[in-house]
Every structure is written in C-alpha cells, then in structure tokens.
C-alpha cells in the first residue's frame, strides 16, 4: 500500500509539472508568434528602402598584369614571394586591429564565401595573404574567374544566363560567378531590378557585399597604427596626408614599389618592397602597434583553425579509453589520460588566445559560447574522473571535445571571427558570472548525455564486453560485477552530473533575472530565451524527482536525460538562430 501511494504521489507530482510546461508553452506562444522571424505577408516587403544601385565602374581601380602571363607564370611569381612576415603585419578593420592573415580570411570569405580561394582553372592553393594581395594589386587577373559569390541559387541562374551556354553550369554549380559579367548592363538590371522577395533582396544584399569587397582599393588598408601623442586612435592608411614622417614617407614608396613590381609579376622587386615595409610599418609609432607576440600568436590561431585541430587528440583518447574499457589494459586508459590532456591543452590554447586577441572573456557569440560549453564540459569530466577514479568521465569527455571541435572545425559556426560585441553585454559582473553559469550547467547537461548513451549501450547490449568496458569505465577493472551492479553504479555517476546541471542551471536563470531587473526593468518577460531556459530546467527537474515514482528509474533517467540534451541545443542554439528575442544580439 505504501509503495502505491508513493507511486501516486508521484505520477501526481509528473503531471502538476507538465501543466507548468504547458502554461509556460502557452502564456509565451502570443510572444513567440508576434517575433518569430518570418516574411511579410504575401513576401511583401513595404518598409523596405529601395535596393541601391551597385557601385560598379568598368575602371579597374589598379594596373593591369601583362596580358601575356600564363598560368605558370602566376604560380610561379606566387611560389617566388614569402609572405610569412607581411601575413603579420596589422591592419585596422572593423573596429579592431588584426593580422593582416585574418583581415584577407575575412574578405575573401566575404567575396569568395570561403576564406580560401580556389580556382577551377588554376588548381593551385595559394595564401589566403597572397590571395587578397594579388586582387586588390591585380584584379584584370580575376575578371573572368568564378570569384564572386552569389549565395541564392535563383539570383545565380539568372545571372549565369548571360554567360555563354558552355560554362553557364559550371559557374552555377560551383557557386561564384566573375567579376567581368556584374559589369554588364543585363547584370545591372537584375541585381537592380525590384525586390519583392525577402531572400532575393538578402541574395542581393549579399552580391552587393561581395561586389563591395572586391573593388577596394589598396589605399583602403588602415596600415598605420595611430601616434601616441594624437587625439584620436585612429589608423590610418599610407596614401592618406600625415604629419612628416619620414617612416610613414619611406613605408608609402615600398607600397607604390609593390605595386608597380605585382603588376610586371617581378618577385625579386616585390620581396624587397615586402621585406621594407615589414621592417617599416611596426617601427612608425612602435607604443600603438600591436606586439609581435600577440601578433605571432594570432597568426597561429588561424592556421590551426582556431586551435580546433585538438578535436585529433580528443578523437584518439576516446578511441583508446573506450578499447581500454573493453581490453582491461591500463596501459591504454594511460594513454587515453595522456591524449586527453594533450586534447584540452590544446582546446585550453585556443580558449586563452581568442581572449587574448579579443580582450574579453571569450563567451559573447555563438562560436565562443560553443567553445566554451565544450570547454567547460572537459574541465568538468577530467576533474570528476581524478577525483572519483572513474574513467568513464574521462571518455565522456574526450567525445565530448571531439564531437564539438570537429563541429567548429568543419562547420562555419555564426561569429566565428573575432569582432566586436553589443555594448550591453559589457555593462555588468553579474552579467558575466550569469552567462558563465548557464554555459556551466549546459556543458553538465552536454556530458550527462553521453554517459546517458553509455549508459543505454549496456543496458540494451549485455555482453560480456559492454559488461567489461562498464566495469573498466567505473574503475573496477580488476573486481568485475555483474550487469546489475555495473549499471547502477553507472547510474550513480550519471546522477551526480544531472545534479550539478539542475542546480547550476537554476541558479543560472536567477542570476539572469537579477541582470535582467537592472538592464530592462523587469525581472521576467517571457522572452523566448528565458522561456526555454525555464522549460529546460523543468524538464532536469523532473529527471531527477521521476526516479522515486518508476519501475525503472535509472533507465527512464537516461533516456529523458538523452531528451534534456536536445531541448538544451535548442535553448543554446535554436532559440537564438530562429527566434527573435532580448537575447538575439549574441
């Protein structure tokens, strides 16, 4: 009897919760409805201003290469210039100093669509430093290559079209199309033309970016850090008047000396006007140029891919760990420790020089928030696995940190370069600690998963193997146990993780109400963001109290647990990509 009023008390308990989620559901669906980020009606856009002309001028802005060059020729100039040195040398854009590296990345990207750019004529991968070079120096040379890149298919179909019908599809499937064709009266009128479609006018929103891009000029390059005796911090380019300055004087004819030497596809004349304005330009005002370390290490930043590359070491501590557990050797699970650290040494690395470049804490956008949660996840599982001798945690954080750094290592994740934030996410301490607490409890909730799936591999696949690996994973490799005992003690691992995550979680949201008091007034709104942080946050509420009223609470534990998992993603991802809210500036 006792037992059957517990059960009922229970399934009482479950369905007064459920009603919360739905209420919740229900009191934020006129809000969600009203913000969702939809087309207009009809795709009518009538608070939109007319599409601007585009700023295309049948002038190249730069000396044209010999018209005689071939192929060989280019590559062969391309191998003949090192331009490890100049890749360092910074350049003001977009409200930050930078690499010179990670300012070609970005504008390549944004007329190519990629930060490298690849010829279908010419195979050959050059610098992303030459690339952006060789186009604002020579641009004659990419006027009839695919180079711009034009994101809508339809808005490509229709500009393809005037290309001749025997590379009409091959400029279509590959995506860019040349320079030389968006001259063109047709071209014009198409990306001029009316927009009453919402993706059209984005596609030629994108078009015009691209267009943009490719027609700045090398008077455009802020190169000239600013003196440290001026008002103003701002840089300047070498063709704008300064003040006398024989530096600035001798750095501005080593820029007109690369020029002329790029033009006549002279290597030995354009390295040497390369290796004057690398001695040059750091030296001009030398308290405001940004130092060669922190330079060094920016460049290093991009060329492994935002460090990114650890999701290798990862990748074999898991692989390891995992034939560890199923073997019994210990000198694997030694090795899979010693692969593991070497994995968040790296991801560590990655961590501190994007803070390092970026001067903040790096956890304002979606790309950093991603990194982190991954990273905090790590921290969590190496610490949990020392202290309870259970190398479970350990595996579960080295597929943690492979699956995410692949993630970021393959996908263009949103704000992957370092910029600028919203000012409001600079306003407040609480702000900060708010943000690192959710990231905290959503890297728990991330690491529960996949000892949740662990979990279900020896539940649904009782072989002695699974039964090996368990008792490998929970440290009683050398006083195996039953199926039973292993999956409780599993569940018990499982449990102190979903703990942590509940309660980080719920301290998290309160601290995001105080932050929200002070920045909007109120403590709650029903913004989409809050909303679903409340509902996932329910939902580990339930988790952890549903055990005391099931026939099989460690199972059902790990299969809601899998289910928090996704809600999470879409809290932390969803929610932002997809609905318009208070917390979308990030």
């Not at 405001?288 to 492994?304: D, K, V």
Request: charged share 15%.
């Amino acid at each position: 009897m006792k037992s059957e009023s517990s059960t009922s008390q229970t399934q009482r308990f479950v369905r007064i919760l459920l009603c919360v989620i739905t209420a919740c559901l229900l009191a934020n669906t006129p809000h969600l409805a009203a913000q969702v980020r939809q087309e207009p009606a009809g795709n009518t856009l009538p608070d939109q201003p007319a599409f601007p002309p585009l700023p295309i001028s049948g002038d190249m802005p730069v000396e044209m290469m010999p018209p005689g060059i071939s192929e060989q020729q280019h590559q062969d100039f391309a191998a003949q210039l090192d331009l490890s040195a100049f890749s360092q040398l910074a350049v003001f854009d977009q409200g930050r100093s930078k690499v010179f590296d990670t300012y070609a990345r970005e504008m390549i990207t944004n007329v190519f669509g990629k930060a490298r750019y690849r010829d279908r004529f010419d195979p050959t991968h050059y610098s992303p430093t030459f690339t952006w070079l060789d186009i604002l120096l020579n641009k004659s040379w990419y006027a009839d290559r695919p180079l711009i890149y034009v994101e809508v298919l339809e808005l490509r179909r229709s500009l393809a079209k005037l290309l001749p019908a025997e590379v009409e599809d091959g400029f279509v499937s590959f995506g860019r199309l040349p320079p030389s064709l968006l001259l063109t009266e047709q071209a014009q009128q198409i990306l001029n033309g009316s927009a009453s479609d919402l993706r059209l006018l984005k596609g030629r929103n994108q078009v015009l970016s691209a267009w943009a891009g490719y027609q700045l000029l090398p008077n455009s390059l802020l190169l000239v850090s600013p003196s440290p005796t001026a008002k103003s911090d701002k840089w300047q380019s070498l063709f704008e008047p300064t003040q006398d300055n024989t530096d600035v004087l001798e750095a501005r004819l080593a820029f007109t000396e690369l020029a002329k030497a790029w033009n006549e596809a002279d290597s030995k004349s354009a390295q040497i006007a390369i290796d004057k304005l690398v001695a040059k330009l750091p030296n001009i005002h030398p308290a405001t140029y940004p130092s060669a370390t922190l330079r060094h290490a920016e460049l290093l930043y991009n060329q492994t891919h935002k460090f990114t590359v650890g999701y290798l070491a990862y990748g074999v501590a898991t692989i390891l760990l995992l034939i560890a557990m199923g073997t019994q050797r210990k000198w694997l699970i030694r090795s899979g420790i010693v692969f593991l650290l070497i994995g968040f040494a790296v991801h560590t690395a990655g961590f501190a020089v994007r803070g390092i470049i970026s001067g903040r804490w790096p956890i304002h956008n979606q790309f950093e928030s991603f990194i982190a949660l991954a990273w905090f996840a790590c921290v969590m599982g190496i610490v949990l696995m020392f202290a309870k001798r259970q190398w479970m945690f350990g595996a579960a954080a080295a597929a943690l940190g492979t699956t995410a750094l692949l993630f970021a290592n393959t996908v263009a994740i949103p704000s992957h370069d370092v910029a600028q934030v919203s000012g409001i996410l600079a306003t407040s301490r609480i702000l900060y600690i708010h943000v690192n607490v959710v990231i905290a409890a959503y890297a728990l909730i991330a690491l529960g998963f996949f000892i949740a799936l662990f979990y279900l591999g020896v539940y649904y696949f009782k072989t002695d193997t699974t039964v090996r690996m368990a008792a490998a994973g929970l440290g009683e490799m050398d006083n195996p146990s039953g199926p039973e005992k292993l999956l409780r003690d599993l569940d018990k691992a499982h449990l102190v993780i979903l703990q942590l995550a509940f309660w980080l979680l719920g301290l998290g949201i309160l601290l995001g109400a105080y932050w929200a008091d002070h920045a909007w007034g109120r403590w709650w709104g029903w913004d989409p963001k809050e909303t679903w942080a409340l509902i996932t946050w329910i939902i580990y509420l339930i988790v952890i109290h549903l055990r005391f009223g099931v026939r099989k609470p460690h199972l059902v534990t790990s299969w809601l647990s899998v289910i928090g998992f996704f809600v999470m993603l879409w809290t932390h991802w969803g929610v932002n990509l997809l609905l318009a809210g208070l917390h979308s500036y990030a």
